[in-house]
């Protein structure tokens, strides 16, 4: 059976949102040969666990899937791949005000109709929630949730809230829920640092000797 992927634990989950978080599983998205962080279908279900999209049992039911059919899972991960490149270019659009792609905008209307078909209404706590019915070996399961998020979020009153980090190499997305939006990183620990460390360089660089 294949193994999880050793990278589970690296997944970062800081966008807000879990269709912004698919999204950040690019890293150094600006750079010719960014890093991609779904080397397989085995890594699309690391994410799926680290965001919670999946779990153990259904994990382990995947993995299966995949090794009983490689060829069939790395298909699916190629096109939720071009999906989550077509959610980055919408977002990118609505950060920057500008009307997104028609190609991308059909890509991600036919995921969310394939996402809802599986949709079913289940009682939780004296009400109802929406879910997905128990077909865990679709290879499709841990992306129903991402693309009702999507949509959600392209919905909600906090479309406007969605930001691109403003690391030079980093482009991830997240929603910046600070009162007085200032949000700039997507991490400080990260981008943010490293923004700092190139302002103090750049202002030790100007003083006089």
Do not use: H
Not at 20 to 37: A, G, K, Q, W
Not at 107 to 133: H, M, Q, T, Y
Not at 182 to 202: H, L, P
């Amino acid at each position: 059976m294949v193994e999880e992927s050793s990278s589970a634990l690296e997944f970062e989950i800081i966008g807000g949102a879990l269709c912004l978080d698919f999204v950040n599983t690019l890293e150094d998205r600006p750079y010719p040969e960014p890093n991609e962080r779904l080397q397989r279908y085995a890594d699309l279900v690391a994410w799926g666990r680290r965001a919670g999209v999946l779990t153990d049992g259904q994990a382990v039911i995947l993995r299966g899937v995949e090794a009983r059919d490689p060829d069939a899972a790395a298909t699916a991960l190629g096109g939720f791949i071009k999906l989550r490149e077509s959610l980055f270019r919408i977002f990118a659009a609505v950060v920057d005000r500008s009307a997104p792609d028609e190609a991308d905008m059909a890509r991600l209307n036919a995921a969310l109709a394939e996402a809802l078909s599986p949709c079913c209404l289940v009682p939780k706590d004296g009400g109802f929630v929406i879910d997905w019915r128990d077909d865990s070996e679709s290879l499709d399961r841990a992306i129903w949730p991402v693309v009702r998020s999507a949509a959600d979020l392209l919905t909600s009153d906090q479309l406007d809230r969605v930001c691109l980090c403003n690391g030079p190499t980093c482009q991830w997305v997240f929603l910046d829920v600070s009162r007085n939006r200032s949000r700039r990183w997507c991490d400080m620990k990260t981008c943010g640092n490293q923004a700092k460390a190139r302002a103090y360089y750049r202002r030790s660089r100007a003083q006089p000797n």
